[in-house]
């Protein structure tokens, strides 16, 4: 599920997923067997075309949209941190099949390519299309970007608010999760993990 093979940071990247495994028609009957389980009739004229509607909803969340990564030389040698916040991401919780929502934060420190920022959001969204958890789509962002950028550093931070929380039990609404996973200088580098944290507001 991490794309194909990397081709060199030179040139195009294509990242796509083999397949998304989804088999509508079968997705489409477990939602009927789902609504009669939960006591509801699909055969109602109000529930008739939900379980398709489920299916395709479904079928769309959890199938990476393809996309190409264009890297540039990082022809006036930068060495600052680029840090791009309040990237959108909504992905499905894999405990309960409901969708967390929030921003990431992607804050890199170039090497000798860089990225177009646009295309973060792009990586966060291969991912997210997913069942997850939210400390795994972390890391994977993070160590997508450090296997395919090669940068000197790499961090992503994530705030969502889980629906299956905020819906659930207590009703925390306002309560999020905020995760993060760091690889090299903003790992290791004491002044450049501070500097990162604060940029995007999860310092201590
Ligand atoms: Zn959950």
Redo the contacts with the bound molecule.
Sequence with gaps: MTGGPATGLAGPLRVVRDGSGVDVPAAERAVAALLRALGRDPAAPHLAETPRRVAEAYAELLTGRPFALTTFPNDGGYDEMVVATGIPVASL?E??L?P?TGVASVGHLPGERILGLSKLARVLDHFARDLQVQERLTQQVADWLRDHLAPRGVGVVIAAE?Q??SLRGIRAAASRTVTSALHGLLREDVRSRQEFLALTGTAA
């Design positions: 919780c405990h309960h409901l967390f889980h299956c929380t």
